[in-house]
């Protein structure tokens, strides 16, 4: 089993930044990749970022450029560091692991982009 829980989010305005925290615990030796997600109001969940076990990203489109993803060596925590944000970044943030086949959610976190 693995424990996710997000930390960071807030209210942050246009063009400013936030740095999003995940912290896993349990058995993180075999977590494979790990993420952040994002879901907005009335839309369905969609992937922000990953990080896989080599270390290799990936990025939206929507966040390329401006969002950056990265983990500590002993994969226990996974950063979100996002900039110049934009309102329709506003939404709710989750961390996602990967292991052994079987994906592991947080409870989110809520990330609000206004002037």
């Known amino acids: 089993q693995v424990q996710l829980v997000e930390s960071g989010g807030g209210l942050a305005l246009p063009g400013g930044s936030l740095r999003l925290s995940c912290a896993a615990s349990?058995?993180?030796?075999?977590?494979?990749?790990m993420g952040w997600y994002r879901q907005a109001p009335g839309k369905e969940r969609e992937l922000v970022a990953t990080?896989?076990?080599?270390?290799?990203?990936y990025y939206a489109d929507s966040v390329k450029g401006r969002f950056t993803i990265s983990r500590t060596n002993d994969r226990s925590t996974v950063y979100l560091q996002m900039n110049s944000l934009k309102p329709e970044d506003t939404a709710v943030y989750y961390c996602?692991?990967?292991?052994?086949?079987?994906?592991?959610w947080g409870q989110g976190t809520q990330v609000t982009v206004s002037s």
């Open positions: 990080i896989a076990g080599g270390g290799s990203t």
């Open positions: 349990g058995s993180i030796f075999s977590i494979k990749t």
């Open positions: 996602k692991a990967t292991r052994v086949l079987t994906d592991y």
